[in-house]
T-cell receptor, first 110, second 113 residues
């Protein structure tokens, strides 16, 4: 069964520090990867997508992909209390279906 | 404004009743999806449609039905056959040529008692 695995957390990070979120995926055929942020009681919001090996930066967010290790990560620089949320990692398989991880809860300590 | 709308935001039903959740998008996306989310759980795919008048079962389709008569609309019916219908239901859409990015509506929280 194709899966996306994440540590459920909570991950506690001091305000202003770098938060590092990780996930692994099992389907070697996956080509597209996504990070969503979900606040409690709200729907997921797409914050990053990455398709090729290496780093992709967007503001305070950097997504990293290593297809050989089947590993995706999200770095959040200068963490703010508003970054406290659950972060969902997802990959798209060859059937155009997105597989979601269960999410990592991130808590930014003021 | 472009986006995905779901209605209602909260829905309460008695056990044994069918209920239909609305999902509309004006993003001109071809593909639409329904997911279910339970507390502390990830998203589970119920049904998806990649084109009008066609749809496929996801991982947990039993007790649910859908239709895709218009590109903009993908309603989900939760039938009385669904054993544990209380959940947060999320609709998403994806366009071709957008890098396979899925965008979500605000969700409908269904409570069945």
């Amino acid at each position: 069964q194709k899966e996306v695995e994440q540590n459920s957390g909570p991950l506690s990070v001091p305000e202003g520090a770098i938060a590092s979120l990780n996930c692994t995926y099992s389907d070697r055929g996956s080509q597209s990867f996504f990070w969503y942020r979900q606040y409690s009681g709200k729907s997921p919001e797409l914050i990053m997508s990455i398709y090729s090996n290496g780093d992709k930066e967007d503001g305070r967010f950097t997504a990293q992909l290593n297809k050989a290790s089947q590993y995706v990560s999200l770095l959040i620089r200068d963490s703010q209390p508003s970054d406290s949320a659950t972060y969902l990692c997802a990959s798209m398989n060859r059937d155009d279906k997105i597989i979601f991880g269960k999410g990592t809860r991130l808590h930014i300590l003021p | 404004d472009g986006g995905i709308t779901q209605s209602p935001k909260y829905l309460f039903r008695k056990e044994g009743q069918n209920v239909t959740l609305s999902c509309e998008q004006n993003l001109n996306h071809d593909a639409m999806y329904w997911y279910r989310q339970d507390p502390g759980q990830g998203l589970r795919l119920i049904y998806y449609s990649q084109i009008v008048n066609d749809f496929q079962k996801g991982d947990i389709a039993e007790g649910y039905s859908v239709s895709r008569e218009k590109k903009e609309s993908f309603p989900l019916t939760v039938t009385s056959a669904q054993k544990n219908p209380t959940a947060f239901y999320l609709c998403a859409s994806m366009g071709t040529g957008t890098g396979y990015e899925q965008y979500f509506g605000p969700g409908t929280r269904l409570t069945v008692t």
